[in-house]
């Protein structure tokens, strides 16, 4: 059942000040981008390091907001003449703001909540722990990349209809998913691993363990811990830990909860074993790559947590769809496979994908690497690491763009790669001409980089349409 937020509750929530407008006026849907705002939402203008999102009121209810949430910005009288029917609030700050009418939303609802964080694998894992859970519940998840401490909340109150909510958590430093964690309030948390995303910002796995752990600070008092068995820190957590919290494993390894069994991968999939209550069941996975096979048992724990049938969960895990540009399989112009996972990159993730390509039969293996960001002192010695397992998964052709690349570069020749087989390319355009002129039918093909190299261009390049 809908609930409803009024601008009286908000200024109420967030000690807000009325410039003009209707206090009885319903508030559905938040947006941030006045480019991607749709009629009858309520527009929330976002501080940024270098510009005020507050100073687009006025083009935010020409096109169409119903009403503006704002900070530091004067509004001239003319403009509740021009907009009557409309309604602006300032407060001091919009981005807490935003938490605070979240966080009173979350509390209408007495619906499932599951929370999911790691350093590798949290978009994928949500995408197939929501699909599991929708065989019993209506989901609302995460969309996109809305998984911070603004794009929580406005997740959170896109709830409408919804019986259950899939939550992911990212974070930079300390303190951030703290935050997340006491809006979301949830039933059921998640770690999927702890690696070296964010560790230069970090400086240790430790410290990433030790932020990651912050979510279960909004855990319920009954809630639930699901945690990767095979993950050394968490297997340690655990093992410390295991008297004071209600906890699921899983894992490939022995010793878990949930654990696979005979894992074999293909092209286009995967799948594996498990034995739950004394009874075998095979899971039929739609992606290839070991760490797929890790979201799957997850999922299952998820499903364990929440009283799903074994079955039902079976066919969400077989059913689901990842994130675009998340080891997406597209076709190449001349038929080739392409391995679209040019989203983001972190070691854990490069070396999951180079792992999941290396497996592939029968094909010509291509990667294209670019530079891993955000890894401050550790960036040398993390590149050199992925080009160690370029060499590792015997990677036929390895094409490089970008600054720290150049130690990928190195460490595969290092390992004895063939050096007439290793590209350092100066840019996009560059692999782009490499592979027109050079790819085959056979090959298969990874893409992949940090967000901030843009290789989403070459994967359009290359790709059919």
């Given at each position: 059942?809908?609930?409803?937020?009024?601008?009286?509750?908000?200024?109420?929530?967030?000690?807000?000040?009325?410039?003009?407008?209707?206090?009885?006026?319903?508030?559905?849907?938040?947006?941030?981008?006045?480019?991607?705002?749709?009629?009858?939402?309520?527009?929330?203008?976002?501080?940024?390091?270098?510009?005020?999102?507050?100073?687009?009121?006025e083009q935010a209810l020409q096109n169409g907001a119903i009403a503006c949430l704002?900070?530091?910005?004067?509004?001239?009288?003319?403009?509740?003449?021009?907009?009557?029917?409309?309604?602006?609030?300032?407060?001091?700050?919009?981005?807490?703001?935003?938490?605070?009418?979240?966080?009173?939303?979350?509390?209408?609802?007495?619906?499932?909540?599951?929370?999911?964080?790691?350093?590798?694998?949290?978009?994928?894992?949500?995408?197939?722990?929501?699909?599991?859970?929708?065989?019993?519940?209506?989901?609302?998840?995460?969309?996109?990349?809305?998984?911070?401490?603004?794009?929580?909340?406005?997740?959170?109150?896109?709830?409408?209809?919804?019986?259950?909510?899939?939550?992911?958590?990212?974070?930079?430093?300390?303190?951030?998913?703290?935050?997340?964690?006491?809006?979301?309030?949830?039933?059921?948390?998640?770690?999927?691993?702890?690696?070296?995303?964010?560790?230069?910002?970090?400086?240790?796995?430790?410290?990433?363990?030790?932020?990651?752990?912050?979510?279960?600070?909004?855990?319920?008092?009954?809630?639930?811990?699901?945690?990767?068995?095979?993950?050394?820190?968490?297997?340690?957590?655990?093992?410390?830990?295991?008297?004071?919290?209600?906890?699921?494993?899983?894992?490939?390894?022995?010793?878990?909860?949930?654990?696979?069994?005979?894992?074999?991968?293909?092209?286009?999939?995967?799948?594996?074993?498990?034995?739950?209550?004394?009874?075998?069941?095979?899971?039929?996975?739609?992606?290839?790559?070991?760490?797929?096979?890790?979201?799957?048992?997850?999922?299952?724990?998820?499903?364990?947590?929440?009283?799903?049938?074994?079955?039902?969960?079976?066919?969400?895990?077989?059913?689901?769809?990842?994130?675009?540009?998340?080891?997406?399989i597209k076709e190449a112009k001349n038929g080739a496979t392409i391995i679209n996972?040019?989203?983001?990159?972190?070691?854990?993730?490069?070396?999951?994908?180079?792992?999941?390509?290396?497996?592939?039969?029968?094909?010509?293996?291509?990667?294209?690497?670019?530079?891993?960001?955000?890894?401050?002192?550790?960036?040398?010695?993390?590149?050199?690491?992925?080009?160690?397992?370029?060499?590792?998964?015997?990677?036929?052709?390895?094409?490089?763009?970008?600054?720290?690349?150049?130690?990928?570069?190195?460490?595969?020749?290092?390992e004895g790669m063939n050096e007439e087989n290793i590209f350092l390319l100066k840019?996009?355009?560059?692999?782009?001409?490499?592979?027109?002129?050079?790819?085959?039918?056979?090959?298969?093909?990874?893409?992949?980089?940090?967000?901030?190299?843009?290789?989403?261009?070459?994967?359009?390049?290359?790709?059919?349409?």
């Amino acid at each position: 059942m809908n609930k409803n937020i009024t601008i009286k509750n908000i200024l109420e929530i967030t000690k807000g000040k009325l410039i003009f407008g209707n206090e009885n006026l319903i508030c559905e849907k938040f947006s941030k981008d006045t480019r991607e705002l749709k009629g009858g939402e309520i527009y929330v203008g976002i501080q940024g390091e270098n510009f005020n999102g507050s100073t687009l009121y006025e083009q935010a209810l020409q096109n169409g907001a119903i009403a503006c949430l704002l900070q530091g910005v004067e509004i001239p009288n003319e403009i509740s003449q021009k907009y009557p029917d409309k309604a602006i609030i300032i407060v001091e700050n919009t981005i807490l703001a935003l938490q605070q009418i979240a966080q009173y939303k979350r509390n209408m609802y007495q619906i499932p909540v599951v929370a999911i964080t790691g350093s590798v694998g949290k978009t994928s894992t949500k995408d197939m722990v929501a699909n599991v859970l929708s065989q019993k519940y209506k989901v609302l998840k995460t969309q996109g990349n809305y998984n911070n401490e603004i794009g929580l909340p406005l997740t959170i109150l896109g709830l409408k209809d919804e019986e259950a909510m899939v939550l992911e958590m990212g974070m930079n430093s300390f303190g951030e998913i703290s935050v997340l964690t006491k809006i979301a309030k949830p039933d059921v948390a998640v770690i999927t691993n702890i690696g070296t995303a964010h560790i230069g910002n970090l400086g240790s796995r430790e410290n990433i363990l030790k932020a990651k752990l912050e979510i279960l600070e909004g855990l319920k008092k009954d809630g639930t811990v699901i945690i990767n068995y095979d993950n050394d820190l968490l297997h340690n957590w655990y093992e410390q830990q295991k008297q004071n919290y209600k906890i699921i494993t899983y894992g490939l390894s022995g010793g878990s909860d949930i654990q696979g069994k005979n894992a074999l991968f293909y092209e286009n999939g995967s799948q594996c074993e498990t034995n739950i209550d004394n009874k075998v069941y095979e899971i039929k996975i739609p992606v290839g790559g070991e760490h797929f096979v890790q979201n799957s048992l997850c999922a299952i724990a998820v499903a364990k947590a929440f009283n799903i049938p074994i079955e039902k969960a079976l066919k969400g895990i077989e059913t689901f769809q990842l994130t675009k540009r998340r080891m997406e399989i597209k076709e190449a112009k001349n038929g080739a496979t392409i391995i679209n996972d040019c989203y983001n990159a972190n070691y854990d993730s490069m070396k999951a994908a180079l792992d999941y390509l290396g497996k592939i039969p029968n094909k010509r293996k291509i990667a294209v690497l670019g530079d891993m960001l955000e890894l401050g002192d550790y960036s040398e010695e993390l590149h050199k690491k992925v080009g160690n397992e370029v060499a590792k998964n015997k990677i036929d052709i390895l094409i490089c763009v970008g600054e720290a690349s150049k130690f990928i570069v190195e460490k595969a020749k290092e390992e004895g790669m063939n050096e007439e087989n290793i590209f350092l390319l100066k840019n996009n355009k560059e692999a782009i001409k490499l592979l027109e002129e050079n790819m085959k039918k056979e090959d298969a093909i990874l893409i992949k980089a940090s967000n901030g190299l843009n290789f989403i261009e070459i994967c359009e390049a290359i790709s059919k349409v």
